[in-house]
C-alpha cells in the first residue's frame, strides 16, 4: 500500500536494519579449534522499515489514556524525531517551531495493536487465491514463516488504521497445525515489501494450537493427532527433537540445518515467544505443564475463552490472554465462554489483552474493549476506562516483546498515537488523527492521508473507510 507522496520519500531514504539475532555462539569443542555451529549468523529477512517524515507536533488540552492505567485530563503531548518526548498537564513546555494541534473534548491513547491478526495472510478480498495462513499438510511446521505470505497491498490495512487506529499488529499462521510456524510484527504503514512493515527489534513469536482444529483436520485425514490425547504426544515427541537438536548445534559436527528445529530451538532459547491458540481451561493446564517439562514459556494463550477458570494459575504464571469480548459458541470448545471473562482476569491480576482475529474486528477493538468493560462493571468489579484501554495498547505490545519500545505514552517511546474525536470507549468513537513514529498517517479531515492499496486503485470503493 502507499500514501504516494510520502511512500516517494520513504522509498528514497535510508533504511532501518532490525529484528536482529544475538550472535552464534561461541562454545568450542576444543580450546583450540571453534565449533562450526548451525545455528545462523546473520537474521534472514531482516526489516527494511524507516519512518516516514514527521514535524515536531503538540496536542493541548487533551484527555490522555497513557496506556499504562494512567489517566491525565486537560492535558499536553509533545512529539519529535518520531519520539514522545513530552507527556503531562496543561504546564508542559511547547517549543517553538512546533506544530499545535488543540485537542479540547479529545482524547489520545497509544496506538492500538492486535496481536492477533491474519492480514496479509488472508487479505481481502477473501478468495482462494489469496488464503495463504494455513500450511496444512503437516500438523508440525515451525519451518513456515507467516511473513512469506503477508500481500501489504491488502486494504485491510488501511482499514485497520482508519477505523481502529491500529498503529503495530501480530500476523499470526493459523491453527490448523500444532505447530504453525513463526508469527511476525509489523508497523501498519503503507510498504511495497513486508519487511518495509517489519517492526525493527521486534523478536518472532511461534503459533502453537490445542483443541479442535488440528484434531479435526488431521484427524478428517485419518492421521496423527485424531484426539487430545495424540495432539500432547506429537507435541512431546517433537520437543524432545528439538532439544536433541539444540544440544548438538555448537558440536565439532554440528546437524545439517534445518528450519523448523532452529525455530524450536529458539524459542527453548528464549528468543521467539510462543502464542498458544487455546480454548479450554484444562489445556491450558495441560500446555503449562508441557512447558515446563520441556522449558519453555508461554507468552499468551489466545482466544483463551476459559480463561476465567484458571485467572489465578495464569497470574501466577505470567501468561497473558488474548480474548475477545465475547465471542462464544460458534463450535464446542467455545460454548462455555463468558463476557465477563476479561474483567474475572484483570480481578484476578492477570494480563488481559482484547484481540481480534477478524479482519473487521480489528477496525474496532476499542469498542470490544469497552463491551469487556461494561460486563466486568455489571457484575460489580472496579475497573477504570484507563485499565481498559491497557487491554489494547501496553498488555499486547507486552507479550509481543515490544512494550519498551511502543505500547504506552512515555518520554522516549514511538510516537505511536491515536487521536480521538471522543472517548475511544464510546461506540461513536472514532480516530481523527494517527501517527506512526510520530508521522501523521491519518487524518479524518484530509483526504490525501488515508492510505489506498495499490489493489484498490481505480476500483469503486478506492480508500473507503466507512
Not at 96 to 112: E, F, L, R, V
Not at 211 to 222: A, L, Q, S, T
Not at 382 to 408: F, L, R, V
Amino acid at each position: 500500500m502507499k500514501i504516494r507522496a510520502l511512500l516517494a520519500l520513504a522509498a528514497g531514504g535510508s533504511l532501518l536494519a532490525g529484528c536482529a539475532a544475538s550472535a552464534a555462539d561461541t562454545n568450542s569443542a576444543s580450546a583450540a579449534t571453534p565449533a562450526k555451529s548451525s545455528k545462523p549468523e546473520a537474521p534472514a529477512f531482516p526489516s527494511t522499515y524507516a519512518a516516514y517524515p514527521s514535524v515536531p507536533t503538540a496536542i493541548t488540552g487533551v484527555t490522555i489514556f497513557d496506556g499504562e492505567g494512567g489517566r491525565v485530563d486537560n492535558g499536553t503531548l509533545f512529539m519529535a524525531g518520531g519520539k514522545i518526548t513530552s507527556v503531562g498537564g496543561p504546564e508542559t513546555a511547547i517549543p517553538a517551531n512546533t506544530t499545535i494541534i488543540d485537542g479540547a473534548g479529545k482524547y489520545i491513547t497509544p496506538g492500538i495493536i492486535d496481536i492477533h491478526s491474519h492480514l496479509g495472510d488472508y487479505p481481502t478480498p477473501s478468495v482462494d487465491a489469496h488464503s495463504d495462513g494455513n500450511e496444512a499438510t503437516s500438523p508440525v511446521t515451525p519451518e513456515v514463516w507467516a511473513e512469506h505470505s503477508v500481500w501489504p497491498h491488502d486494504p485491510g490495512f488501511s482499514r485497520a488504521m482508519a477505523n481502529g487506529g491500529i498503529t503495530a499488529l501480530q500476523i499470526l499462521p493459523g491453527s490448523a497445525n500444532l505447530f504453525g510456524g513463526r508469527s511476525v510484527t509489523l508497523k501498519n504503514v503503507p510498504a511495497r515489501t513486508v519487511q518495509a512493515m517489519k517492526f525493527p527489534g521486534a523478536p518472532y513469536g511461534m503459533k502453537m494450537a490445542c483443541g479442535e482444529n488440528p484434531k479435526r483436520v488431521y484427524g478428517g485425514r485419518n492421521r496423527m493427532p485424531s484426539t487430545r490425547m495424540g495432539s500432547l504426544a506429537l507435541n512431546r515427541q517433537t520437543w524432545i527433537d528439538a532439544q536433541e537438536y539444540r544440544s548438538k548445534r555448537n558440536d565439532a559436527k554440528p546437524p545439517k540445518r534445518d528450519l523448523g528445529k532452529e525455530t524450536l530451538a529458539g524459542v527453548l532459547d528464549g528468543e521467539i515467544l510462543v502464542h498458544n491458540h487455546c480454548y479450554r481451561a484444562d489445556e491450558m493446564a495441560q500446555i503449562i505443564d508441557m512447558s515446563k517439562e520441556f522449558g519453555y514459556k508461554v507468552t499468551a494463550f489466545h482466544h483463551a475463552v476459559e480463561s476465567y477458570k484458571i485467572a489465578d494459575m495464569l497470574a501466577k504464571e505470567g501468561i497473558c490472554s488474548a480474548v475477545w469480548a465475547d465471542w462464544w459458541g460458534f463450535k464446542m470448545e467455545a460454548y462455555d465462554a463468558i463476557p465477563e471473562n476479561a474483567a474475572l482476569l484483570q480481578k484476578a491480576g492477570a494480563c488481559v489483552i482484547i484481540h481480534s482475529d477478524d479482519e473487521n474486528q480489528i477496525q474496532r477493538l476499542n469498542q470490544e474493549a469497552a463491551k469487556a468493560l461494561a460486563d466486568g462493571r455489571a457484575m460489580g468489579m472496579a475497573i477504570t476506562d484507563a485499565q481498559a484501554i491497557q487491554w489494547i495498547t501496553y498488555n499486547p505490545a507486552k507479550a509481543m516483546g515490544i512494550e519498551k519500545m511502543t505500547g504506552s505514552l512515555k518520554s522516549g517511546k514511538m510516537a505511536d498515537i491515536v487521536l480521538w474525536n471522543g472517548n475511544p470507549l464510546s461506540v461513536y468513537a472514532r480516530p481523527d488523527k494517527v501517527w506512526i513514529d510520530g508521522a501523521l498517517m491519518f487524518d479524518s479531515n484530509d483526504a490525501k492521508r488515508r492510505p489506498v492499496s495499490d489493489f484498490e486503485l481505480g476500483q469503486p470503493g478506492e480508500g473507503d473507510v466507512k
